[in-house]
C-alpha cells in the first residue's frame, strides 16, 4: 500500500495536491521584468540617438484659384477697420425660393394660400469673432435677387447703406460662437412674390472698433436660415404658420488684395492660393532612418495679412502623385489637422511652424510617393488671410527634421 | 517503446516553453546570465546533486542510473529585487521552465538514453531609464526601454553505458539554440515628438559535446566527473549574423555519501572558461572571468530509499559569476530547502524548493526568492 497512501493522504488527495500545485506554476507564468536600468553598467552598450538637421527646401511654386468663397466653409465678415492688409468684407446670402402656398396642416395633401405675411427672421451661425472687440452687431442688408457668384464687392457696396438696413442682430460680448438671429418685417422684402418669392440679404459686421466675424455656410452644414411667419385660412379661421429655407449661395465679397509682385509665394486668400513645394530630404532620413519630428519654417516676407488679431493656420499634404498644381492630395484626418497646421499671426512676421511627421512618415512606408507636398490654408477660401513667404527664386522655408538613425541591436 | 514515444513527444513537444531559467541584472552582459540546468531536487540540494542527477546534463553518464523510462518538467518562479548606484528595483517576477527530459535504459541493455532541453544562457531583461537630451535648442525629456525576451536553449542528448556495478561512462552532445525577441523604445516628454519603437529578432546558434563518468567506490561512495566542451555561438539579429562568441569548456566533479538509507550527502563543483570569451565580448565592455561554483547538500529519505514519502533537502551554493561591467567579478550564494511526494505507486513524484539568492559585486546587491515545482512521471 506504500505509495497510495501516505500518512492519512488518499491517493486521490495526493493527486489533486499535484494537480493544485501544477497550476498553480502554471497560472504564475507572467513576468514583470522592466526595472529601472543602472546605466552605463547595466545598460545595452548601444544607446537611441536622436539627430537634428535643418535642411534647404528645394523649388516652390504658388497656384492660384483653388477655394472661391461662395465653396467655402465659412463667411468671413471684416469691418471696415477690422482688417490687416485686406478691406472689409461683405457676406452674400441668397436663400432658396419661398412658396406663395403651404399645407395649413401636416397631414393635409392640398397646399392653402398665404393669406399674409407676419415677418421673416435670418439665422446665422457664429462661428468666430475677434474674441476682444466690444458691441459687435451684425447688420442684415436686402440684396437683389439676382446676386450671384460673380458679384464683385464694387458691384454689392452700393447695396450696404442705412436704406437697405433690414436688421440688425447684436452679438453678446462674452458669445464665442453659436447660433443667432433676427426678425425682419414683412416690409422688407415687399417684392419677394414677385422676385420669384427669392430673397436675399447681405451681412456686414457693425463695429465701431476693429473687429470681424466668421459665419457658417451651407457647404459645412451651418448656413444661414430664412424663416417665414404667415398667417393662413383654415376653416375660416386665421391660424400662424411658418416655412423656411436654407441658403441656395452663400459667400463672401471683398476689395481685392494688393497684388503680390509676381513669383511670391502665398498661402491662403480668397479665392485661395496654394503652394507646390518640392523637399530634397536625404534617402538615409526619410528611408532608413525613423522620423520623431519634422517641421517646415515659413518665414513670412511681409506681415500676415487677414482680419486683426486672426490666425491663419497652414497645412501639409503629401501627394499620391505629382502633377503639378492639380496633384491629388493624402488628405489629413480631421482630429488631426489642428496638431498638424501652423499658425500664423496676422499682423506679424513670426515663423510659422507646419508639422511634416507625418508626411515624413508616410514617404518612408510608401517610398514611390514623390517627396512633394501641398501646402494650403485650413479652413480653405474661408477668409482673405494669408502668408507669403519668399520667392520661387529664393524661398525662405527650411525643414528641420529630428530623427533615429538605424538602431543597431548588439551581437 | 510507446511509452517512449510518449514521453519523447512529451518531451519535445515542451520545447518553445523554454525561454529563460532565470532573469538577473547580470542578464544585460554577455551573453546574458548563465543558467542552472537542475531539477527542483538537485535544486534543493544547492546543486550538489547536479552530477548525479539522472536529468542533468552536467554528465551524460548519470542516466545511467535510471532504472525506467522516465520524464520531468520543471517550472520555476522568482521575486526578484536588486540595489546597484543608487538605483532601487522591487517586485521583479518571472516564471520559466528551466529544465524539462526524458530518459531511460534501452530495454534490457546496458544502454541508456537521455534527452533534454534547458535553458544555457537568460537573455531576459528590460531596463528602462530616463534622461534628457537638447533637441532643436530646448531640453527635452526622454523615456527608454530597452529589452530581451527569451535565452539560449540547450538540447542535449546523452548515451550512458553501464560498464559495471562500479562504473558508467556517457557521451552526450549538444545543440545551442534559442532566439530573443528584442525591443527598443524611447517616449519623449514634449509629445510633438513621436514614440519611437523598434523590434528585432535575435537567433543563436551553436554546439558542444561532453563526456561523463560515474564510479561507485563502495557502496557509500560514489564520484563522478565530467568535461563538457562547446563551441562558438553565432549570433544572428533578423537572420543577418553579427557576432560570435567562444564559449566555455566545463569540467565538473562530484561526491556522493550515502552514510545510510535514509540520507544522502552530495557536493558538485563545476569549473567553466568564460575567459576564452573576453575578446568577443571586449567592444561590449565586458569584463569575463573564468568562474568556480560549489553546491553541497543533503537529503533525508531519498526517493528511491523506499525510506519515506516524503524527502526533506537542504543545500547550500556558492558561485562566481562570468560578466561583469567592471574588474569585479560578483557571485552568489544560495540557501536551498525542499521536499517531494512520491504518489501513484511511486509512478510520480513531485518536489518542491525554495531558493534564496544573493547575488554581490560590481557595484550590484540582488536578492532572489525563487520557487521550483518539478514533476516526474515513470509510466
Request: proline fraction near 7%; charge should be neutral; include cysteine.
Given at each position: 500500500?506504500?505509495?497510495?497512501?501516505?500518512?492519512?493522504?488518499?491517493?486521490?488527495?495526493?493527486?489533486?495536491?499535484?494537480?493544485?500545485?501544477?497550476?498553480?506554476a502554471l497560472?504564475?507564468c507572467?513576468?514583470?521584468?522592466?526595472?529601472?536600468?543602472?546605466?552605463?553598467?547595466?545598460?545595452?552598450?548601444?544607446?537611441?540617438?536622436?539627430?537634428?538637421?535643418?535642411?534647404?527646401?528645394?523649388?516652390?511654386?504658388?497656384?492660384?484659384?483653388?477655394?472661391?468663397?461662395?465653396?467655402?466653409?465659412?463667411?468671413?465678415?471684416?469691418?471696415?477697420?477690422?482688417?490687416?492688409?485686406?478691406?472689409?468684407?461683405?457676406?452674400?446670402?441668397?436663400?432658396?425660393?419661398?412658396?406663395?402656398?403651404?399645407?395649413?396642416?401636416?397631414?393635409?395633401?392640398?397646399?392653402?394660400?398665404?393669406?399674409?405675411?407676419?415677418?421673416?427672421?435670418?439665422?446665422?451661425?457664429?462661428?468666430?469673432?475677434?474674441?476682444?472687440?466690444?458691441?459687435?452687431?451684425?447688420?442684415?442688408?436686402?440684396?437683389?435677387?439676382?446676386?450671384?457668384?460673380?458679384?464683385?464687392?464694387?458691384?454689392?457696396?452700393?447695396?450696404?447703406?442705412?436704406?437697405?438696413?433690414?436688421?440688425?442682430?447684436?452679438?453678446?460680448?462674452?458669445?464665442?460662437?453659436?447660433?443667432?438671429?433676427?426678425?425682419?418685417?414683412?416690409?422688407?422684402?415687399?417684392?419677394?412674390?414677385?422676385?420669384?418669392?427669392?430673397?436675399?440679404?447681405?451681412?456686414?459686421?457693425?463695429?465701431?472698433?476693429?473687429?470681424?466675424?466668421?459665419?457658417?455656410?451651407?457647404?459645412?452644414?451651418?448656413?444661414?436660415?430664412?424663416?417665414?411667419?404667415?398667417?393662413?385660412?383654415?376653416?375660416?379661421?386665421?391660424?400662424?404658420?411658418?416655412?423656411?429655407?436654407?441658403?441656395?449661395?452663400?459667400?463672401?465679397?471683398?476689395?481685392?488684395?494688393?497684388?503680390?509682385?509676381?513669383?511670391?509665394?502665398?498661402?491662403?486668400?480668397?479665392?485661395?492660393?496654394?503652394?507646390?513645394?518640392?523637399?530634397?530630404?536625404?534617402?538615409?532620413?526619410?528611408?532608413?532612418?525613423?522620423?520623431?519630428?519634422?517641421?517646415?519654417?515659413?518665414?513670412?516676407?511681409?506681415?500676415?495679412?487677414?482680419?486683426?488679431?486672426?490666425?491663419?493656420?497652414?497645412?501639409?499634404?503629401?501627394?499620391?502623385?505629382?502633377?503639378?498644381?492639380?496633384?491629388?492630395?493624402?488628405?489629413?484626418?480631421?482630429?488631426?489637422?489642428?496638431?498638424?497646421?501652423?499658425?500664423?499671426?496676422?499682423?506679424?512676421?513670426?515663423?510659422?511652424?507646419?508639422?511634416?511627421?507625418?508626411?515624413?512618415?508616410?514617404?518612408?512606408?510608401?517610398?514611390?510617393?514623390?517627396?512633394?507636398?501641398?501646402?494650403?490654408?485650413?479652413?480653405?477660401?474661408?477668409?482673405?488671410?494669408?502668408?507669403?513667404?519668399?520667392?520661387?527664386?529664393?524661398?525662405?522655408?527650411?525643414?528641420?527634421?529630428?530623427?533615429?538613425?538605424?538602431?543597431?541591436?548588439?551581437? | 517503446?510507446?511509452?517512449?514515444?510518449?514521453?519523447?513527444?512529451?518531451?519535445?513537444?515542451g520545447l518553445p516553453a523554454v525561454a529563460a531559467a532565470?532573469?538577473?541584472?547580470?542578464?544585460?552582459?554577455?551573453?546574458?546570465?548563465?543558467?542552472?540546468?537542475?531539477?527542483?531536487?538537485?535544486?534543493?540540494?544547492?546543486?550538489?546533486?547536479?552530477?548525479?542527477?539522472?536529468?542533468?546534463?552536467?554528465?551524460?553518464?548519470?542516466?545511467?542510473?535510471?532504472?525506467?523510462?522516465?520524464?520531468?518538467g520543471t517550472s520555476s518562479?522568482?521575486?526578484?529585487?536588486?540595489?546597484?548606484?543608487?538605483?532601487?528595483?522591487?517586485?521583479?517576477?518571472?516564471t520559466r521552465f528551466p529544465l524539462i527530459?526524458?530518459?531511460?535504459?534501452?530495454?534490457?541493455?546496458?544502454?541508456?538514453?537521455?534527452?533534454?532541453a534547458g535553458t544555457?544562457?537568460?537573455?531576459?531583461?528590460?531596463?528602462?531609464?530616463?534622461?534628457?537630451?537638447?533637441?532643436?535648442?530646448?531640453?527635452?525629456?526622454?523615456?527608454?526601454?530597452?529589452?530581451?525576451?527569451?535565452?539560449?536553449?540547450?538540447?542535449?542528448?546523452?548515451?550512458?553505458?553501464?560498464?559495471?556495478?562500479?562504473?558508467?561512462?556517457?557521451?552526450?552532445?549538444?545543440?545551442?539554440?534559442?532566439?530573443?525577441?528584442?525591443?527598443?523604445?524611447?517616449?519623449?516628454?514634449?509629445?510633438?515628438?513621436?514614440?519611437?519603437?523598434?523590434?528585432?529578432?535575435?537567433?543563436?546558434?551553436?554546439?558542444?559535446?561532453?563526456?561523463?563518468?560515474?564510479?561507485?567506490?563502495?557502496?557509500?561512495?560514489?564520484?563522478?566527473?565530467?568535461?563538457?566542451?562547446?563551441?562558438?555561438?553565432?549570433?544572428?539579429?533578423?537572420?543577418?549574423?553579427?557576432?560570435?562568441?567562444?564559449?566555455?569548456?566545463?569540467?565538473?566533479?562530484?561526491?556522493?555519501?550515502?552514510?545510510?538509507?535514509?540520507?544522502?550527502?552530495?557536493?558538485?563543483?563545476?569549473?567553466?572558461?568564460?575567459?576564452?570569451?573576453?575578446?568577443?565580448?571586449?567592444?561590449?565592455?565586458?569584463?569575463?572571468?573564468?568562474?568556480?561554483?560549489?553546491?553541497?547538500?543533503?537529503?533525508?529519505?531519498?526517493?528511491?530509499?523506499?525510506?519515506?514519502?516524503?524527502?526533506?533537502?537542504?543545500?547550500?551554493?556558492?558561485?562566481?559569476?562570468?560578466?561583469?561591467?567592471?574588474?569585479?567579478?560578483?557571485?552568489?550564494?544560495?540557501?536551498?530547502?525542499?521536499?517531494?511526494?512520491?504518489?501513484?505507486?511511486?509512478?510520480?513524484?513531485?518536489?518542491?524548493?525554495?531558493?534564496?539568492?544573493?547575488?554581490?559585486?560590481?557595484?550590484?546587491?540582488?536578492?532572489?526568492?525563487?520557487?521550483?515545482v518539478?514533476?516526474?512521471?515513470?509510466?
Amino acid at each position: 500500500m506504500r505509495g497510495t497512501v501516505v500518512r492519512g493522504l488518499t491517493a486521490k488527495r495526493v493527486r489533486r495536491l499535484a494537480v493544485a500545485l501544477t497550476g498553480a506554476a502554471l497560472l504564475g507564468c507572467g513576468q514583470d521584468v522592466t526595472a529601472p536600468g543602472v546605466c552605463p553598467e547595466f545598460c545595452p552598450p548601444v544607446g537611441v540617438q536622436v539627430v537634428d538637421s535643418i535642411m534647404p527646401t528645394a523649388a516652390d511654386s504658388t497656384f492660384d484659384g483653388y477655394v472661391s468663397s461662395y465653396a467655402a466653409s465659412a463667411l468671413e465678415l471684416i469691418a471696415a477697420p477690422g482688417g490687416f492688409g485686406v478691406g472689409p468684407s461683405r457676406g452674400v446670402i441668397r436663400f432658396f425660393a419661398l412658396r406663395d402656398s403651404l399645407r395649413v396642416n401636416a397631414i393635409d395633401t392640398v397646399l392653402a394660400p398665404i393669406a399674409s405675411t407676419d415677418s421673416f427672421a435670418v439665422q446665422v451661425d457664429v462661428l468666430r469673432r475677434r474674441a476682444d472687440a466690444k458691441g459687435i452687431r451684425l447688420g442684415i442688408y436686402r440684396l437683389p435677387t439676382t446676386v450671384d457668384s460673380t458679384a464683385t464687392y464694387a458691384q454689392l457696396e452700393p447695396y450696404f447703406q442705412d436704406s437697405t438696413l433690414i436688421g440688425t442682430i447684436a452679438l453678446d460680448d462674452t458669445l464665442q460662437n453659436g447660433l443667432v438671429s433676427t426678425s425682419i418685417p414683412a416690409s422688407a422684402f415687399p417684392g419677394w412674390p414677385a422676385d420669384s418669392f427669392v430673397v436675399a440679404v447681405g451681412v456686414a459686421v457693425l463695429s465701431p472698433d476693429s473687429a470681424w466675424v466668421n459665419i457658417g455656410a451651407v457647404e459645412a452644414g451651418s448656413g444661414a436660415q430664412l424663416s417665414l411667419y404667415v398667417h393662413q385660412d383654415s376653416s375660416g379661421t386665421s391660424v400662424p404658420r411658418q416655412d423656411s429655407r436654407l441658403s441656395g449661395l452663400d459667400m463672401f465679397v471683398a476689395p481685392p488684395p494688393v497684388v503680390p509682385p509676381a513669383g511670391v509665394l502665398a498661402v491662403g486668400g480668397s479665392p485661395s492660393s496654394r503652394v507646390l513645394m518640392h523637399l530634397d530630404v536625404p534617402s538615409a532620413i526619410v528611408d532608413s532612418s525613423s522620423v520623431v519630428r519634422a517641421t517646415l519654417l515659413l518665414v513670412p516676407s511681409e506681415p500676415v495679412i487677414g482680419g486683426s488679431q486672426d490666425t491663419v493656420a497652414v497645412i501639409a499634404h503629401a501627394l499620391t502623385a505629382d502633377f503639378g498644381p492639380k496633384s491629388p492630395l493624402i488628405l489629413v484626418p480631421a482630429d488631426s489637422i489642428a496638431l498638424r497646421a501652423g499658425n500664423a499671426l496676422v499682423g506679424t512676421r513670426d515663423t510659422v511652424r507646419v508639422d511634416l511627421t507625418d508626411v515624413l512618415r508616410v514617404w518612408h512606408t510608401h517610398p514611390e510617393l514623390p517627396h512633394t507636398i501641398i501646402l494650403r490654408a485650413t479652413p480653405e477660401g474661408a477668409t482673405g488671410a494669408a502668408v507669403r513667404f519668399g520667392t520661387s527664386a529664393a524661398p525662405s522655408a527650411k525643414l528641420e527634421v529630428t530623427y533615429i538613425p538605424p538602431y543597431k541591436f548588439r551581437g | 517503446m510507446r511509452r517512449l514515444l510518449l514521453l519523447t513527444g512529451l518531451a519535445l513537444g515542451g520545447l518553445p516553453a523554454v525561454a529563460a531559467a532565470q532573469t538577473s541584472i547580470f542578464s544585460v552582459r554577455g551573453i546574458g546570465f548563465p543558467a542552472r540546468e537542475a531539477s527542483a531536487r538537485s535544486r534543493a540540494l544547492g546543486g550538489g546533486f547536479d552530477m548525479f542527477d539522472p536529468f542533468s546534463p552536467l554528465n551524460p553518464a548519470s542516466s545511467a542510473s535510471l532504472g525506467a523510462l522516465t520524464a520531468i518538467g520543471t517550472s520555476s518562479t522568482e521575486f526578484r529585487s536588486y540595489d546597484a548606484n543608487s538605483v532601487t528595483a522591487t517586485g521583479l517576477h518571472d516564471t520559466r521552465f528551466p529544465l524539462i527530459g526524458v530518459a531511460g535504459p534501452a530495454g534490457s541493455s546496458p544502454i541508456s538514453f537521455r534527452l533534454t532541453a534547458g535553458t544555457y544562457a537568460d537573455r531576459t531583461y528590460d531596463v528602462s531609464t530616463t534622461d534628457t537630451v537638447m533637441l532643436r535648442g530646448q531640453p527635452v525629456g526622454v523615456t527608454d526601454q530597452i529589452g530581451s525576451d527569451g535565452a539560449i536553449a540547450d538540447i542535449g542528448g546523452a548515451l550512458a553505458w553501464t560498464v559495471s556495478r562500479h562504473l558508467a561512462i556517457g557521451v552526450g552532445v549538444h545543440a545551442l539554440t534559442g532566439s530573443s525577441q528584442l525591443s527598443v523604445s524611447r517616449v519623449f516628454g514634449d509629445t510633438t515628438y513621436r514614440p519611437y519603437a523598434l523590434r528585432g529578432h535575435q537567433s543563436y546558434e551553436g554546439f558542444g559535446f561532453d563526456g561523463g563518468v560515474m564510479i561507485q567506490l563502495t557502496r557509500a561512495i560514489q564520484l563522478g566527473a565530467s568535461v563538457r566542451s562547446d563551441r562558438r555561438l553565432d549570433i544572428s539579429v533578423d537572420s543577418l549574423v553579427t557576432g560570435s562568441v567562444a564559449l566555455p569548456t566545463t569540467i565538473a566533479g562530484g561526491l556522493l555519501l550515502t552514510p545510510s538509507k535514509a540520507l544522502h550527502w552530495t557536493t558538485t563543483v563545476t569549473r567553466r572558461s568564460w575567459t576564452r570569451a573576453a575578446a568577443d565580448l571586449a567592444g561590449s565592455g565586458t569584463v569575463v572571468f573564468n568562474t568556480f561554483s560549489i553546491g553541497s547538500g543533503i537529503e533525508l529519505g531519498p526517493p528511491e530509499s523506499g525510506v519515506s514519502n516524503i524527502p526533506l533537502r537542504f543545500g547550500f551554493r556558492y558561485a562566481t559569476l562570468p560578466f561583469s561591467p567592471n574588474a569585479e567579478q560578483p557571485h552568489e550564494v544560495g540557501l536551498t530547502a525542499g521536499t517531494g511526494l512520491l504518489f501513484a505507486k511511486n509512478r510520480a513524484l513531485v518536489n518542491v524548493t525554495l531558493e534564496r539568492i544573493m547575488r554581490s559585486g560590481a557595484g550590484v546587491s540582488e536578492h532572489v526568492w525563487a520557487f521550483t515545482v518539478g514533476m516526474r512521471l515513470r509510466p
